[in-house]
């Protein structure tokens, strides 16, 4: 490759399955291409997958999204789907565990269990953690919206301010969280103002980076040309107006523009126990 070439972003889809929650996937992946100046993850979480459904589904996902796999399944039949597909499509994946557990297993003169989770504590932390995922995926992307009257945190953004995976991660740290994408010319779900329990945030960024990001996404869908999507002008009115409601509304904002989705998620909490500790 020429020096001229590698400056040149690089976007390319990720795919983290686990039947657990993924949170060591998630590390791993954010470990691994932090090594790639100019690589930038497209990240597909596929947790709790943990029948032969959910499987087909993921498979399906990787699919049309073709990228690189990473997986920790201990289910054998359910691995074996997987690798079978992605053997059969040539495409690159890795169980992150086998080598560690392979190596453990010599030390130890020991099998491995196969145990889904068996890292973790089966404790009521663990499992309202469980359940805080679950919410996170019913109400993603504006499902339900109803629902989230029940939420810990509701977020609210244009389209790729990466609500979804930081609503994700916030549920993988106990906190149920919803989200709703903020469409031009559709008006914010009037519900949202009897709200009083949960903590509503908006999420936004540069449009530059926003347009990039979505043409990008495009290409990987086998979509050419502008669009209203991708246009920065029509990019930069979204966001305008985006701020103007938020400020209208007295929404706290955070910018995902330079923040991962971990310190996404820190800022978002530490402003989360704020307006707790402000209201007792």
């Not at 560690?100 to 889904?116: F, I, K, N, P």
């Not at 509701?154 to 979804?164: A, E, H, M, N, P």
């Not at 706290?252 to 310190?263: A, G, K, L």
């Amino acid at each position: 490759m020429s020096n001229r070439n590698k400056n040149i972003a690089v976007y390319f889809h990720v795919h983290l399955v686990s039947d657990s929650t993924g949170e060591t996937l998630v590390a791993m992946m954010k470990a691994s291409c932090a090594q790639f100046r100019h690589a930038t993850p497209l990240e597909h979480l596929h947790a709790l997958v943990r029948t032969e459904e959910q499987m087909s589904r993921t498979i399906h996902d990787i699919e049309i999204k073709p990228g690189v796999v990473l997986y920790t399944i201990a289910n054998p039949d359910r691995r074996k789907m997987l690798e079978e597909f992605c053997a059969d499509r040539r495409i690159p994946a890795i169980s992150i565990l086998d080598q560690s557990l392979a190596m453990l297993g010599r030390y130890l003169g020991a099998s491995v269990t196969h145990e889904v989770g068996a890292q973790r504590t089966l404790d009521n932390e663990y499992y309202d953690r469980i359940a805080a995922l679950d919410f996170a995926m019913a109400h993603d992307d504006g499902q339900n919206v109803t629902g989230l009257k029940n939420a810990d945190i509701v977020l609210l953004g244009i389209s790729r301010t990466s609500k979804t995976p930081t609503s994700i991660y916030l549920a993988n740290r106990g906190f149920k969280t919803g989200n709703i994408p903020l469409v031009p010319t559709a008006p914010l779900p009037v519900i949202l103002e009897t709200f009083t329990d949960p903590f509503i945030v908006g999420l936004v960024a540069s449009p530059d980076r926003i347009a990039q990001i979505r043409t990008q996404r495009l290409v990987g869908l086998n979509e050419k040309g502008t669009t209203d999507y991708t246009d920065i002008d029509k990019v930069r009115d979204e966001m305008r107006q985006a701020k103007r409601m938020f400020v209208k509304k007295g929404y706290p904002v955070v910018d995902v523009t330079r923040r991962s989705i971990e310190e996404t998620a820190a800022k978002i909490i530490t402003l989360y126990h704020k307006q707790k500790s402000d209201r007792s």
